[in-house]
């Protein structure tokens, strides 16, 4: 008997554990929302929320509304600063003009700014690793004052790097950088600054380890690797270098199912799934139920890491 020739393919998904939200971000969202709750419509948030577009659209459907200064929001307004940390000036302008704010920083970007003030009250010279122009790094940079923090993005800067100081040398770090990447860099620092202090524990966040660390397990047996995420989503963007390094033939970043484009898996067998932090779940499912529409899929959950991090809304919230 010859085959069915409308049958599906078969195809095996590899789905990343665990993948999407953290426990930051998660917050973050809360944020606006119990905002939204406690003080009505409008809220105003300080840059996108979280780094994901579907979040945001979400969000302003329910009357946050997203501006990129303060000088953009009413004073008689609450407005919500964003999860990736603001410059110490912006805080004090909300409050010299007395406005109701609200932090939505994550916790783990707050330790850094903690660690990097430690640093410079020391007297030493700060570097910070990370990606120019990222609002996470603009908010990190902008708790001390102009001068004092050194970018370094690449091997070629640290090698580079000429010490203004006679404090000694310290570092922080963006908390969603590669893994991998991260550690050459300052390994070449290290090399070069032998007693330069360095965070008591990683700057970069336990969900972006974990995550990293997923998709490594599983990009070497995938044919197709899709990343559920936004292009301006740093760990996102951290998630598709991983897994092409990683072994991955091929990486694609996609918003959600509508970016899938299937002839990327013509010839495919096993594709790996996984979502960047600021992806909610339902963008997975989706685009697993379109790679069911097209093949026979077996969906099979790789990952060991369990997060059961959680954290407290801010204080005003809460009463």
Not at 300 to 308: D, Y
Request: net charge negative.
């Amino acid at each position: 008997m010859s085959a069915d020739p409308v049958a599906r393919p078969a195809l095996t998904v590899r789905l990343a554990a665990p993948r999407g939200f953290c426990a930051g971000v998660d917050r973050a969202i809360q944020v606006v929302e119990a905002s939204l709750e406690r003080f009505g419509a409008p809220v105003y948030v300080r840059h996108e929320i979280v780094h994901n577009r579907h979040v945001v659209s979400r969000l302003r459907d329910m009357g946050a509304v997203f501006v990129e200064t303060l000088e953009e929001c009413p004073g008689d307004r609450p407005v919500v600063f964003s999860a990736h940390g603001s410059p110490r000036a912006v805080m004090e302008g909300a409050k010299a003009r007395g406005m109701t704010y609200l932090d939505a920083t994550c916790p783990l970007v707050s330790k850094v700014h903690v660690e990097a003030a430690r640093h410079h009250a020391a007297g030493r010279q700060v570097l910070l690793i990370g990606h120019a122009g990222h609002p996470e790094v603009v908010g990190t940079m902008g708790q001390l004052p102009d001068g004092a923090v050194v970018l370094i993005e690449t091997l070629e800067d640290a090698r580079a790097f000429v010490s203004a100081g006679t404090g000694g040398v310290a570092y922080v770090t963006q908390t969603t950088l590669s893994v991998d990447d991260t550690a050459e860099i300052v390994e070449a620092l290290k090399a070069r600054f032998p007693d330069m202090a360095a965070p008591h524990r990683d700057d970069i966040c336990y969900a972006t380890t974990n995550r990293q660390e997923a998709v490594k397990s599983i990009a070497g047996a995938c044919d197709v690797l899709l990343v559920i995420g936004s292009a301006n989503s740093s760990n996102s963007v951290r998630l598709v270098e991983v897994g092409l390094k990683a072994g991955a033939p091929r990486a694609f970043l996609i918003d959600d199912a509508d970016d899938l484009d299937l002839s990327w898996l013509e010839g495919a067998a096993t594709v790996g799934v996984t979502a960047g932090a600021s992806a909610p779940e339902d963008l997975v499912q989706g685009v697993i139920a379109r790679l069911s529409d097209a093949f026979a899929v077996t969906v099979e959950e790789i990952g060991a890491a369990r997060e059961t991090v959680s954290f407290k809304l801010p204080r005003a919230l809460l009463a």
